[in-house]
């Protein structure tokens, strides 16, 4: 028997748990046959939802844990004491190297703690970045930090650059990925103190194919495919898409039926519309990797369906196949190495 | 004689100069008699431009200066050293009483540091916040700081918070303009250090309507009427703008152009769709005052055709009859009392 990508998910997390979870981890082990799902949740209403399905028993676990973790709640208090919770108790599944990863649509807040204090860092790793995948007019760019780690330093945001262009070359397939940090203007000189004192470290790291700075006009164009900032500006740089987005096709939706000509023309461009359109959907693209644990976490859209479930899942073969923390390590001992040496 | 509005235009300033922003000055004169422009620049040149146009010479004078700063030159130096430029020349006319406000679409930077350096913060402003208005669902809000005034205190939001307050209430007439906080999340705990620290300080201060954190996502909803944040954040929410609805707005281009059947459907919504998407456009509301001046400057985006620069010279007739830097200096002076009695 080859071995399996073993995934832990929660089965409780998210608006449409357990149904789309349980439907979409079905999806995925009957999508690919070297991956298992552990569905970590109250094992009854995971058993009653798993009975509409027909898949290889081998490929799939059901692992009961009685507490649900809300994502109102705070996020450390909730880690600490709900031991017996889906997050808590995949998470160790994860620490304990029974799975390689784990995925979940629940409480980003529990999600990014509990992978710091459960899962852990890679030794050398100041943050791990939660880094989702954006869409632009050329494809996918990863931005990070879309977490909570607010008020990074320079050193931490070199390494986001260095883990970023891991995951796009080696998960996405583009190689030499473009890095560019997040700025008010093209100049070096320009920005705030924090990317001011980033700059020149990215500019001085072999590693990395650093382009400069990137203007958040050009972030939709696909100006680079890994783009560095801290949580705060990631966080807005991810809601101005959604917010905009929605705002713009709400407007263009208005327009086409403002008139009795324009109503008529709808009808017409709907579907070609819907098409393009989906292209540009921060949801679509499943979930976001939270880089630099021992072992991976994926954090989905909370209003995930069964699809970006299933993309998730099948999301970490190739983050074990192609031996991404492995790389992150050597990227993080290197810089070890760099400060022994001077 | 009744007392003119007195606005200093930068002719030489922006893509279009000078034929745009003199067709611009024209405009404003004749479509308000209380306002009286003074076109600042090569004089040869603006007459040139002047002769294609019928106004009342009463309300148009030209003032020449020989130099001209440019988009490219740090604003530092160019304001020091060219004397003889619009934009020093124009804030000169300022300080000095002869004009009430200042219009440019050239530099940035060399409007920022003019504002400062040559006309003058309202004694007690920490910082003059560039101050533009964005389209929302519901009209308009007002995003300050988008200047380049990064890595700002808490004390400094607050002033933005009172000086954007008298700005909507005053010039657009929203009745006790709502005030939120860029924050990534909408409780209170949430943020980084500089929100977290301003937070309690808005909520304590009598003089606005803080109605608490706002998240990005929501800000094109029109969550709130005076949206607070350091420059970094608001250049980054305002380039967001632009950048997505150009990508989107590109996509559904594309779309409608995709096949035969939308191509017919997108002759039928295009008239339609043009009216509605006008209302997202970012440069249509003329120019961004910098808030807490003596005097007023305002800043009016690059590209600004005619009706921009019109608009922005009609705005400024409203800034001096509502008599808003009264107000600001009112609110500031406010605050020292407060201090005193402390």
Request: with cysteine; hydrophobic share 45%.
């Amino acid at each position: 028997m080859a071995e399996y990508v073993n995934v832990a998910v929660d089965a409780m997390g998210g608006d449409n748990a357990p149904a789309e979870i349980v439907k979409g981890a079905v999806e995925a082990v009957n999508a690919d046959k070297r991956v298992k799902v552990f569905l970590v949740g109250k094992e009854p209403v995971i058993r009653e939802e798993l009975k509409a399905y027909s898949y290889d028993a081998e490929q799939l676990e059901v692992v009961h844990a009685e507490e649900v973790i809300e994502t109102a709640e705070p996020p450390v208090m909730a880690i600490r004491r709900k031991k017996d919770s889906s997050i808590v108790k995949a998470m160790y599944m994860v620490k304990n190297g029974e799975c390689d990863a784990f995925v979940s649509a629940g409480s980003t807040g529990a999600v990014l703690v509990g992978g710091q204090v459960i899962v852990g860092r890679i030794r050398g790793v100041e943050r791990p970045p939660l880094a989702p995948l954006i869409p632009t007019e050329k494809g996918v760019s990863l931005l990070l930090d879309c977490g909570a780690n607010v008020d990074a330093r320079p050193s931490m945001l070199v390494q986001f650059a260095k883990m970023g262009s891991v995951y796009m070359e080696s998960v996405m397939g583009v190689k030499n990925p473009r890095v560019g940090i997040v700025n008010i203007g093209a100049e070096e000189e320009k920005g705030n103190a924090l990317v001011k004192e980033t700059f020149p470290l990215l500019k001085n790291c072999p590693e990395i194919n650093f382009i400069g700075s990137v203007e958040a006009r050009d972030i939709p164009a696909g100006a680079a495919d890994v783009i560095v900032c801290e949580a705060f500006v990631g966080n807005v740089i991810l809601k101005m898409y959604e917010g905009v987005s929605s705002a713009l096709l709400h407007q263009v939706k208005q327009g086409m039926m403002s008139t009795l000509r324009s109503k008529m023309g709808a009808l017409l461009v709907k579907p070609a519309l819907k098409t393009t359109l989906k292209s540009f959907d921060t949801s679509q693209y499943g979930g976001a990797p939270l880089l630099g644990l021992n072992g991976l976490v994926v954090k989905t859209h909370g209003s995930s369906k069964a699809v970006e479930v299933k993309n998730s899942i099948l999301q970490c073969i190739a983050f074990k196949e192609e031996k991404i923390n492995e790389k992150i390590k050597e990227q993080i001992s290197l810089e070890d190495k760099a400060a022994e040496n001077n």
